[in-house]
Nanobody, 112 residues
Framework: EVQLQAFGGGLVQPGESLRLSCAASGFTFSSAAMYWVRQAPGKEFEWVASINSAIDRITYADSVKGRFTISKDNAKNTLYLQMNNLRPEDTAVYYC?????RGQGTLVTVSS
């Protein structure tokens, strides 16, 4: 069974940083394409970033490019999202995903 659990969210001020983690199990993590998506209050889901080690490809949404970094540690079966220079519009529940499976999210609130 595929299991994904994101954690590391919290309340930060604009300009601060957070690192989200996602613990993965139930599939071959090292070869899987992984994603971060988010859902702001009252809005649709938004794709944030993708990492596909098999083809050495990392992509970001324009809204986070240059501020967020996606990475993965295959030895730990863990996906990361380093978020720098956070903005109020980054406030959302963040989820990690693999294929059509999305795990439990973690809330990030950016507010002064």
């Amino acid at each position: 069974e595929v299991q994904l659990q994101a954690f590391g969210g919290g309340l930060v001020q604009p300009g601060e940083s957070l690192r989200l983690s996602c613990a993965a199990s139930g599939f071959t993590f090292s070869s899987a394409a992984m994603y971060w998506v988010r859902q702001a209050p009252g809005k649709e889901f938004e794709w944030v970033a993708s990492i596909n080690s098999a083809i050495d490809r990392i992509t970001y949404a324009d809204s986070v490019k240059g501020r967020f970094t996606i990475s993965k540690d295959n030895a730990k079966n863990t996906l990361y999202l380093q978020m720098n220079n956070l903005r109020p519009e980054d406030t959302a529940v963040y989820y990690c995903a693999m294929g059509i499976t999305r795990g439990q999210g973690t809330l990030v609130t950016v507010s002064s």
